[in-house]
T-cell receptor, first 114, second 115 residues
């Protein structure tokens, strides 16, 4: 069962423009959401997270927005840089339970063109 | 500081064989989790160990087993390999298992190919 979905397998943007990556989830027990970035031949690395008590979290060029009623979150990268080209995974977990049991989406491959 | 280390990085097995994958967590991390990433999909949770005890298990058959040692390193074992077990196996460590998840620290993974 796919509880976390990333419906766009790929996204291409021009350097300097905004990248918006989307993620939907179905399990209302999820209360913590994370984005991971993965380069080829490397493990995923943590990028940014958001708790369900917030609707926005910002860290430099990266902002995550959470819409609980729609069970939707998005990652905004502004401005996009060529080094941001990677696969981005959305992940969700429930803090009440084992928070290492994260459910990941299938990923979105972002390409930032110079 | 060393990150999460996994071995081997690549291996090829044939159907029916057994495989053991190893993981050393970041120093000070007591929790180790294993994930399977099949091509084109996101990582899928297999196991989590904390303080040498199994604390979580994903929807995987009994052919998959794991353990954690006193030094917090971990092994993932897969018996009677099937073609569908071909995947990247990721190990992740973290400091705690309750409260805000924070981040998982992933290793580079062990790529298993079953022929």
């Amino acid at each position: 069962d796919q509880q976390v979905k990333q419906n766009s397998p790929s996204l291409s943007v021009q350097e300097g423009r905004i990248s918006i990556l989307n993620c939907d989830y179905t399990n209302s027990m999820f209360d913590y959401f994370l984005w991971y970035k993965k380069y080829p031949a490397e493990g995923p690395t943590f990028l940014i997270s958001i708790s369900s008590i917030k609707d926005k979290n910002e860290d430099g060029r990266f902002t995550v927005f959470l819409n609980k009623s729609a069970k939707h979150l998005s990652l905004h990268i502004v401005p996009s840089q060529p080094g941001d080209s990677a696969v981005y995974f959305c992940a969700a977990s429930a803090r009440e339970y084992n928070n290492n049991d994260m459910r990941f989406g299938a990923g979105t491959r972002l390409t930032v063109k110079p | 500081d060393a990150g999460v280390t996994q071995s081997p990085t690549h291996l090829i097995k044939t159907r029916g064989q057994h495989v053991t994958l190893r993981c050393s967590p970041i120093s000070g991390h007591k929790s180790v989790s294993w994930y399977q990433q099949v091509l084109g999909q996101g990582p899928q949770f297999i196991f989590q160990y904390y303080e040498k005890e199994e604390r979580g298990r994903g929807n995987f058959p009994d052919r998959f087993s794991a353990r954690q040692f006193p030094n917090y390193s971990s092994e993932l074992n897969v018996n009677a390999l099937l073609l569908g077990d071909s995947a990247l196996y990721l190990c992740a460590s973290s400091f705690q298992i309750r409260g805000d998840p924070g981040e998982l620290f992933f290793g580079e993974g062990s790529r298993l190919t079953v022929l």
